[in-house]
């Protein structure tokens, strides 16, 4: 390898710099030479754990002028470099030893069969923990560093600073193709965040250094545009894809000061370097890789299922390897590719000859019968300014985002991949994981985006935060957030407190008014178990036995009136907490409405379809207008109940005084609106001398009461107050319906004891689905049941449930649709602008 054997040849001038150091070509040849007589003349295998320091260096490029084949490795990482010496079984290993370089003859030495070309064994791009190596020949090394010194046009007085690690490909070629033309190598492990980063650049007249896009991001914090470089020509970026718009501003920024961006690509398989973008391109072609290196050329091969005018990107020079290495048996072999290499990545060439990677093979995934790119999908993401990785799931796709927006996360994800928004689960990371080398490692997020629950991982509190995120489609959810905070109501509780309970293992008492940092995992049940909240498991079981009944299947009434109580323990959960009366009426105002609307359509509907109610039913007021005597009409009379009740709750609060006396008495209020509700119960003010007197909102009040009181039941004491009133006042209630009594007071009472019961599993799951959808499949289960109640019983309960369910997940849609464009119309009154053009490809 002649730049290697050739360093002399730039006599006094500085070859490698450290801030306590510098070494000159003449002496870095001198001490390449006594390192090289440490190595042997016998060819062997030499790892050498990678670091930016002289000793290191200098010990690299003995190897490669003896002959040795070197294997690099990351230095910081012990798991790797002892995965590789056990792999490999090199002769030698160089590493750190208490602050020196030391060279170890390695204690299991084997002889190795060595082909004659192989130089250099590097770690694959996201191969990391993997013992598969790429296979480089001399010829290959020197071939792509005059081709990186050429288009880079690399001068003897340029001095590069390291900013990525020796062992990563890219960073050994900056080494490579600075020695080569005899300019100066600065060394240092400082991060660009680093102030004695750029205090090393500017007093040792820095004029060049190199970047993944992640690089790029944290440039940006540091608030790299201010600084003052006056000695800086050009800066390289490579590494992965960096977003189109930072690509134009950095160029943009460059011509301003006077130096030069040059965006590259590359794989380790090609040495480094495939394409560049030259500097003047850099602005107005943003989005391509550029033309081919010098000695380098591209062509497209033909892929199936691939949009018009993309293929494969293969390309061919002499800087492509020899083949890869599984093992120590596989560095005799030769070359295996022939100098051509299929890059795995599906590009296109645009018509001024420039070459654009449009995805990644090996990066799709498939749902709903979409094929998603996702790195485009990453791409769009990153224009919305997100830092995120994507991984496919189950019939969704999962973002891996550092700490963001999860609605703008959610719908560019929908939009760049074409799936439902339902389809898109967010997982909220404060950093993402990366290598070494500063790239996402795919690895660690795909075990993030996978996380099974229950599991032995704890969960941390970025999978809270997007937990709630995703269910009450919050913008933002803080450490100190809580469900009530955020506006959670009754109906999406059920589905929350499933979901945190299966993340969690089991929920913590008063979890809805829980901070978000405060959800400690709580000991798990037995497997196969989980404990289900009491009140989700009676609104299951109340539809259950509503639907039933009324089908005639079996007899068991007092569903609706134990979810009356039901109603008021979750409106007392919920909406009290809220600290001032303004947010408190805005939230129930919004619940109430989540419930009247959906009943509205849906019975407007019917009447427009069918004819078979009045006018009135459609908007919620037969009670107050409808006909005295029992019709069709009183089907509905639990949704008018609900409404009118909570209504006449926040109307109430909403007046000072009552608001102080709820707050300073949280249970004695609700108590004495019991006693208030007794008086239209037990008629001593008459409102309905009919059966339909259980069924009227003035009278059945007073059961909403209970369950209120029943959630402020703080002391045994208090519940044992609330038990007493549901034991004197529900009996006699029904007109001597003593089972209906029963069922009423078993379901109020468990409410005032339990808090939650353990529950199989599976079971827990189907009473999640049944208990969020109760409200929809009792809207809709009149009109599903009585056309086939007599002749097909069971078929009119098991569709009962499922329209009711299916109208459920409308409704759900229709407000999540509802979201979306809300939210895309204020982006676009906050920015001006119009979304990007997203695309995907459909496959089967």
Request: charge should be neutral; hydrophobic fraction near 45%.
């Amino acid at each position: 390898m002649r730049f290697a054997c050739d360093l002399g040849r730039f006599g006094d001038a500085p070859a490698l710099v450290t801030a306590h150091e510098t070494l000159s070509y003449r002496e870095l040849d001198e001490r390449v030479e006594q390192q090289a007589s440490k190595l042997g003349t016998e060819r062997g295998l030499v790892l050498i754990a990678g670091a930016n320091e002289i000793d290191v260096v200098v010990t690299y490029i003995a190897a490669l002028r003896t002959g040795h084949p070197v294997l690099m490795a990351p230095g910081d990482n012990s798991d790797h470099l002892d995965g590789l010496i056990d792999a490999y079984r090199p002769d030698l290993v160089v590493r750190n030893s208490d602050g020196r370089t030391a060279i170890e003859k390695h204690g299991r030495q084997s002889k190795h069969q060595l082909h004659p070309d192989l130089a250099l064994l590097l770690s694959t791009s996201g191969s990391t923990g993997s013992p598969k190596l790429v296979r480089l020949s001399h010829r290959n090394v020197q071939a792509n560093a005059e081709s990186i010194a050429e288009y880079l046009g690399i001068r003897a007085t340029d001095r590069a600073v390291t900013t990525l690690p020796m062992h990563y490909c890219y960073g050994l070629s900056v080494i490579h193709s600075h020695l080569l033309r005899g300019a100066t190598l600065i060394l240092t492990d400082f991060s660009v965040t680093d102030p004695q980063f750029w205090d090393l650049v500017r007093t040792e007249r820095g004029t060049t250094f190199a970047g993944v896009p992640y690089t790029f991001d944290l440039l940006d914090r540091i608030g790299f545009d201010q600084l003052d470089l006056p000695e800086l020509r050009y800066i390289t970026q490579a590494g992965g894809k960096m977003p189109q718009d930072r690509v134009r501003r950095y160029a943009e920024l460059g011509r301003r000061r006077g130096w030069d961006l040059f965006v590259m690509y590359g794989q380790t398989e090609a040495t480094a370097r495939m394409a560049y973008l030259p500097p003047e391109l850099a602005a107005t072609h943003p989005h391509t890789i550029g033309r081919p290196i010098p000695g380098g050329s591209f062509h497209l091969q033909v892929v199936d299922d691939a949009p018009d005018g993309t293929g494969e990107l293969v390309y061919s020079g002499p800087n492509v390897m020899l083949g890869y290495a599984e093992g120590p048996d596989d560095l005799g072999l030769g070359d295996t590719l022939d100098g051509e290499l299929h890059t795995g990545d599906l590009a296109r060439r645009t018509d001024d000859g420039l070459y654009e990677v449009v995805g990644r093979l090996s990066r799709f995934a498939k749902a709903f019968g979409l094929r998603i790119d996702l790195q485009y999908v990453e791409s769009a993401l990153a224009q919305r300014g997100l830092t995120a990785c994507c991984t496919g799931g189950i019939d969704e796709l999962v973002v891996v985002v550092e700490d963001g927006d999860v609605d703008v996360v959610r719908r560019t994800t929908a939009q760049a991949s074409g799936l439902p928004a339902a389809a898109v689960r967010v997982c909220l990371v404060d950093q993402l994981p990366r290598t070494s080398t500063g790239k996402p490692d795919v690895r660690a997020v795909s075990e993030i985006a996978g996380r099974p629950y229950p599991s032995d991982t704890v969960p941390t509190t970025a999978d809270v935060k997007a937990l709630y995120a995703e269910i009450l489609h919050c913008s933002h959810v803080g450490d100190d957030s809580t469900f009530v905070s955020l506006g959670g109501d009754s109906l999406s509780y059920v589905r929350m407190s499933l979901r945190l309970e299966e993340m969690l293992g089991r929920l913590p008492e008063s979890w809805h008014t829980t901070r978000v940092r405060d959800l400690d995992q709580a000991p798990r049940l037995r497997r196969g178990w989980r404990r289900v909240e009491t009140n989700v498991l009676l609104r299951a079981l109340a539809i259950v036995l509503i639907v039933g009944s009324h089908i005639h299947l079996f007899s068991v009434l007092g569903g609706a009136h134990v979810l009356l109580g039901i109603a008021g323990y979750n409106f007392a959960r919920f909406h009290l907490a809220a600290a001032e009366r303004t947010e408190r009426t805005r939230r129930v105002l919004r619940s109430v409405a989540r419930i009247a609307v959906p009943s509205m359509v849906w019975i407007g509907a019917v009447i427009a379809l069918t004819g078979d109610y009045r006018i009135t039913s459609a908007f919620l007021l037969n009670g107050i207008l409808g006909p005295d005597g029992w019709s069709a009409e009183w089907r509905y009379w639990f949704v008018e109940a609900i409404v009118y009740i909570v209504l006449a709750a926040v109307a109430v609060l909403s007046i000072p005084l009552f608001d102080r006396l709820v707050r300073r008495h949280s249970f004695w209020f609700p108590m004495g609106v019991v006693g208030l509700g007794l008086i239209t119960r037990y008629g001593l003010i008459e409102v309905d001398d009919t059966p339909n007197r259980i069924l009227t909102a003035s009278v059945v009040f007073w059961l909403f009461a209970l369950g209120w009181a029943a959630a402020q039941a703080n002391t045994v004491l208090h519940r044992v107050w609330v038990t007493a009133a549901i034991v004197a006042t529900v009996p006699g209630y029904f007109f001597g319906d003593t089972q209906r009594e029963v069922i009423v007071v078993i379901g109020l009472c468990m409410l005032v004891w339990l808090s939650s019961v353990p529950f199989p599993a599976l079971l827990s799951r189907v009473a999640g689905v049944l208990a969020s959808a109760s409200l929809y499949i009792y809207l809709t289960h009149f009109q599903v049941y009585l056309p086939l109640r007599d002749d097909h019983p069971w078929l009119a309960f098991a569709l009962s449930i499922i329209v009711g369910i299916l109208y459920w997940q409308a409704v759900n849609f229709a407000l999540s649709l509802g979201r979306r464009v809300r939210s895309r119309a204020r982006h676009a009154d906050r920015s001006g602008a119009t979304e990007p053009d997203m695309r995907v490809s459909e496959v089967g």
